[in-house]
Structure formats: C-alpha cells, structure tokens
C-alpha cells in the first residue's frame, strides 16, 4: 500500500469512537471508484480505490476505510488509496465514509491469480459505452480471444483482450464469457473465465406530478417531472420534455417543471414528461396524469345582496322625494303661503288661494318655474306653465 499511517493506541481509540458517532443523523452518500475501472484484478496489478463525495468535502475532510465491513486503520484518512502489487488478501468488499456522510455502496474487488480472467467493470450503467477485458495473466502471451453472451459468440480477436459490446441498455444485462489460449513455456493452452453484467438504471422511470389534478380555469397550472438520477452518475445531465395528449407542449430543456400561467380549458389532458440523456443513449417516459381545467364559475347574487340593493333604491327614491318636497315647502314658506296637505304637497291649479298667494307676489314670477316643474314630476301630470304674467294672474293655486 503506497499510503502508510501509524496511531498511537490514544489515536485509534478517538478514531474508533469518531466513527461510531461521527455520522449520526448524515443524509450524503458517497461511492468508492475504482482505477482502472475493473472489479478484478491480478495479483502484481495496481489499482487506485476513490472516496468520492458530492458536494466535495474540505480538503482536510478525514475520510474513513472499510474491508468486509471491517474498519481499516491502515487507509485511514485518504480520499485515495493505491493498492500496488495487490495480493488475493486485498480482495473484498470496499466501503468509505466521511464524518459527515453515511457508509458508501460497497464495491466488490477480486484479486486473481488465474491464467485468463474477464475483466468488467463494477457496475455498469444504462447509457456505457460498455468495455470488457479478455486478459491474461501479466507476462505471458496469448492469443485468440472470443467473448460469448450467454453462450452466443458477439466478439473475437486474434491479438487483442479488449472488446466494446456497445451502448447499454437494461438487455444488456446477462452472462458474459471470454475464452483464449494462453502460453505457459512453448505451449498455448486454452482458458475461459465468465462474469455476470447486471446493468444498472441511470435514473429512476420519471412521475409526472400536477400542483392541482382539477384546476380553475385562469390559475397557475404546473406540471413536475420527477426522477432519481444514481449517485454515481450525479454529475450526468437529464433533459425534459413534456406532452399532452400525445403531442409536444415542451421541448427538450434542463427544465423539469412546465408551466400554464393562466390555464384555459384547451389545456385539459392526459399530461406526460420524457427524460433523457444528452445523447439521447437513455430515455425513458412518465406515467399519465390527468388534468381537468374546470370553467371559471361565477356565484350568484345572494338574497342578502339582493335586499341591499333594493333598499338602496327605495332610500334614494326617498331622498330624492324629500328634497323635492322641502323644494316646495320652502317657495311656499318664502311667500307666505300655507300647507294644508303636509308631505306630500300637492299642487293644483285653482283659483281659491292664489289671491292669498302668488297674486300678491308678482314679483317672484322667476321662482315659478321651479315649484311648477316640481309639481308636475310628483304628480304625473302635463299641465301647461303660465306663458307670461297676465296668464299666471288668471289663473289660482291652492296648496
């Protein structure tokens, strides 16, 4: 091991207690990564193990080291750690953790011995550009590699180790073997090693998600498309598309969410989203969810406002009679003249009181107008004003 540290018993015994306690409560998960990217190696091989953390921590982020769930004193405190000339005791189930995160998903790492081994990566994803490894051992020849898919030949080589099955898919997955002849002295002898390659999901099967499946018409509508990328593929860009009915309503965007700002009835429909990668190498649909748009309802007038408003009109038809009344009342109080028939007064054209009256108050003839076109409002009547004052003094009122 090309990194070596030494504690005091003191030392370890804070380590051991850190790491019993330090992640109590922790959300963040790293993963360990391997270089070279295979899960086995042979015995005289290097390999470099990564913690690798998202966000990444301090640089004096203390990171912590597991074989077979057993803690390793010696890899204490590396981010990285170079197996050189590994041996078959390094071989096992690899694990790190920080003081800030929880234990990783353990990789499992194979140290060989053998003549031919197929090399593949620890874990394969949808969307790899998928590499495998025929290999033989370090330091001896060989030739003639053919790399079998459950028993079905995919692949050969006369010289060459390495094979590119293609871009992944979940079919991918299934028994990989790899036979070749190796040379021990002068003889080539025939060896074959098989793997079994389960690819693994790039990001979840996506849920279309509404704010409100029955929305009013002129609200906000929004539609989520949510998904889960692996934590070893955080860094990988996802895009978003998003359909009613079938048809696009939004292209491919960094974008999971499409929004209505004032929904309409046309925007009613069975609403889903796509996700996919950059290449478009991984692309899976949503389920369907189902939007209402209801009409914009208008409530009725109650009873209550009903009421108001007609007792509205009923105190400003008062009010307007009242101020025409006290119209009257006042020219008749002005000239002396008496109110026999209290409110309303009416007015009618007779001859008995205008002596009493208007006859000896001539002078007032411009105040006429007024009090007669009041009178005529109230009482409905066509009557037809004095045109001058001979007329006026010919004629009575009685009030």
């Not at 019993?20 to 005289?44: M, R």
């Not at 197929?118 to 994803?125: E, T």
């Amino acid at each position: 091991i090309s990194r070596t540290i030494s504690m005091a018993p003191l030392q370890f015994l804070f380590f051991f207690l850190s790491v019993i306690t330090s992640n109590e409560g922790s959300s963040s998960k790293p993963f360990v990564s391997l270089d070279p990217n295979w899960a086995t190696v042979f015995t005289k091989e290097s390999v470099t193990l990564t913690c690798n953390v998202d966000p990444p921590e301090p640089r004096d982020q203390i990171y912590y080291w597991y074989r077979d769930n057993q803690i390793v004193p010696l890899y204490l405190g590396a981010k990285s750690v170079k197996i050189d000339h590994a041996k078959q005791e390094h071989g096992g189930s690899y694990q790190c953790q920080t003081a800030e995160s929880d234990k990783s998903e353990p990789v499992r790492l194979q140290v060989t011995h053998s003549w031919l081994t197929l090399k593949v990566p620890p874990f394969v994803f949808e969307g790899d550009e998928l590499y495998v490894s025929c290999a033989g051992y370090p330091g001896y020849s060989a030739r003639d590699a053919v790399l079998y898919k459950d028993n079905e030949v995919i692949g050969s080589s006369p010289s060459d180790a390495d094979f590119l099955v293609g871009t992944t898919n979940m079919t991918t997955s299934g028994l990989y073997r790899c036979t070749r002849q190796v040379k021990d002295g002068v003889v080539y002898y025939s060896y074959s090693s098989e793997e079994h390659i389960s690819v693994k999901e790039l990001f979840s099967k996506p849920v279309a998600k509404v704010t409100e499946s029955h929305s009013k018409q002129g609200k906000v509508l929004t539609i989520t498309c949510d998904t889960k990328l692996s934590p070893r593929k955080a860094t990988t860009e996802l895009q978003f598309a998003f359909y009613r009915n079938g048809r696009n309503v939004q292209g491919f965007s960094l974008s999971n969410q499409h929004g209505v700002p004032s929904a309409q009835l046309e925007h009613s429909g069975n609403y889903t989203c796509e996700v996919q990668t950059p290449t478009g190498s991984v692309r899976k649909r949503s389920n369907m969810a189902h939007i209402q748009i209801q009409e914009r309802s208008y409530a009725p007038i109650g009873i209550g406002v009903t009421l108001a408003l007609l007792i509205l009109v009923i105190i400003v038809a008062l009010l307007v009679y009242e101020f025409r009344n006290r119209v009257v009342s006042s020219f008749l109080n002005r000239h002396n003249c008496s109110i026999r028939s209290g409110i309303p007064v009416f007015l009618k054209i007779i001859s008995d009181r205008w002596d009493l009256c208007f006859k000896k108050n001539t002078e007032h003839y411009d105040d006429i107008p007024l009090l007669w076109d009041t009178w005529k409002s109230v009482n409905n009547e066509s009557v037809e004003y004095p045109r001058n004052r001979q007329d006026m003094n010919s004629k009575h009122m009685e009030v």
